[in-house]
């Protein structure tokens, strides 16, 4: 938790620092109804631009000082924060790399300085973060009626939560914190949408909560249902705060990711 706190006051950093690090309103429209047409997120079409390069570079620089205070591949951390220094990695490119899903590029560069790829991923995913909240929370929620796909249309990650609101479903991202409408029956994982192969276990404690999951693909999904609710879940911390559920599922064999 320490850690997470550490990185968390980093990330507000960046959205203190970087005022424009999002598109213009009028971009942010144009890049989503380019993700709606060709069924790709909208941090494909972002530039790395999006982060000021002294932004990166000072965020970088206390990333890597939290990862070695912590002990965690300090060798590596070191070796690449310096190649990044020297101007042997360009920083731009693998953000551009991170906002296009390329795994390549990070694999490569993280096996050149003896870096663990996990642990480079995770330093650059810190880094593009807190913009893409800021364009997830500047974009029409009207707008994503259109997406209708299991991935979040902002950063493409595979939800855990659901919410149930206004009788509808609305899947929760957790890295980038956008809403968007969805079935009631689909599996976020295979695509599933018969509903006689999807179930769900409620919990007589947690009458608020449940777990929908596929019995094709043994994936679930924690949802949230916000007519039952006594006290509102606060926002971007619905995953932490049902660690429960996630222990139910285990027990019940059924898988997250």
């Not at 970087?18 to 109804?33: A, G, V």
């Not at 209708?148 to 609101?165: D, H, N």
């Not at 007589?204 to 006290?231: N, S």
Request: charged share 30%.
């Amino acid at each position: 938790m320490e850690l997470q706190e550490k990185l968390l006051l980093i990330q507000l950093e960046i959205n203190n620092v970087s005022k424009n690090c999002e598109p213009e309103p009028t971009r942010i429209i144009t890049l989503l109804k380019r993700s709606i047409e060709t069924k790709e997120p909208l941090i494909h079409f972002l530039d790395p631009s999006i982060i000021k390069t002294e932004t990166r570079l000072h965020a970088l620089q206390r990333i890597v000082e939290v990862f070695i205070e912590r002990d965690i591949d300090e060798k590596g951390v070191k070796e690449f924060f310096a190649s990044v220094r020297k101007g042997k990695i360009i920083l731009e490119s693998l953000v551009k790399a991170t906002l296009r899903e390329d795994a390549a590029l990070v694999m490569e560069t993280a096996e050149s300085v003896n870096l663990n790829p996990t642990i480079l991923l995770s330093m650059l995913r810190i880094l593009i973060q807190p913009c893409l909240e800021e364009i997830a929370r500047e974009i029409d929620s009207s707008l994503l009626d259109n997406w209708w796909q299991a991935s979040c249309p902002i950063c493409g990650e595979t939800p855990v939560i659901a919410k149930i609101k206004h009788r509808k479903r609305f899947l929760m991202c957790t890295f980038c914190g956008a809403e968007y409408a969805s079935d009631t029956f689909l599996c976020v994982h295979c695509g599933n949408k018969d509903p006689y192969t999807l179930k769900f276990l409620t919990i007589a404690e947690l009458p608020a909560f449940q777990i929908d999951f596929c019995t094709k693909c043994k994936h679930y999904i924690k949802v949230i249902d916000g007519t039952r609710l006594k006290e509102e879940v606060p926002k971007g911390f619905e995953d932490v705060l049902t660690l429960d559920l996630d222990l139910i599922a285990k027990r019940n064999d059924l898988v997250r990711e």
